[in-house]
């Protein structure tokens, strides 16, 4: 028990739910898309994303440039972002976790207060060696012919300065965002 007190006080920051619980973003990497749901209906899709460049998938490790796969919830909202807009994610997730701890990538430590984190809705922590930062956001001053073309984010999802200014209209924290 104390071991939990301690990490409550160890820089790990609360995020308060404040979406309609019903709205929800499915993220296709296959698909490029965003699709923006209530319940099961879809409301709008968001084409043409770009996601990491190290394709989507399961993490190995900080700085592979993976988008994960994963159920996550956004987690905090960066307004001034140089991304213009910057949703971050509540990765990594308990599952995340669970399969780091099972190959080595990360330590029981590090699998807890992770897991801790989720246990009390806060965010994970971001240092790990699976990473963190994994978000969406817009493109600041980005080339947009470069994000038509390639995929560049270092495992983050984006969108166009235009469709992420959109998006901060639909969602807010609590939001849950699927990556699949």
Same mark, same amino acid.
């Given at each position: 028990?104390?071991?939990?007190?301690?990490?409550?006080?160890?820089?790990?920051?609360?995020?308060?739910?404040?979406?309609?619980?019903?709205?929800?973003?499915?993220?296709?990497?296959?698909?490029?898309?965003?699709?923006?749901?209530?319940g099961g209906q879809t409301l709008e899709t968001l084409n043409e994303i770009a996601i990491g460049r190290g394709g989507a998938g399961l993490k190995r490790h900080r700085g592979d440039n993976i988008t994960p796969?994963?159920?996550?919830? @956004? &987690?905090?909202? !960066?307004?001034? =972002?140089?991304?213009?807009?910057?949703?971050g994610l509540t990765y990594p997730s308990v599952e995340d976790a669970e399969k780091a701890l099972?190959?080595?990538?990360?330590?029981?430590?590090t699998y807890d207060r992770i897991v801790t984190a989720h246990l009390f809705h806060q965010i994970?922590?971001?240092?790990?060696?699976?990473?963190?930062? @994994? &978000?969406?956001? !817009?493109?600041? =001053?980005?080339?947009l012919r470069v994000h038509k073309t390639f995929d560049w984010t270092h495992g983050c999802i984006a969108l166009t300065n235009t469709q992420i200014d959109h998006l901060s209209q639909l969602v807010d924290t609590g939001t849950v965002v699927k990556i699949k």
């Open positions: 028990m104390l071991r939990i007190y301690l990490l409550l006080f160890c820089g790990l920051f609360s995020f308060a739910v404040h979406a309609d619980s019903d709205v929800w973003l499915l993220v296709d990497t296959s698909a490029r898309k965003i699709e923006v749901k209530k796969f994963g159920n996550y919830r @956004i &987690g905090w909202v !960066g307004e001034k =972002s140089s991304f213009r807009k910057f949703f099972k190959k080595g990538i990360i330590d029981r430590l994970p922590p971001q240092n790990t060696p699976l990473g963190g930062q @994994i &978000g969406i956001h !817009g493109l600041g =001053s980005a080339d």
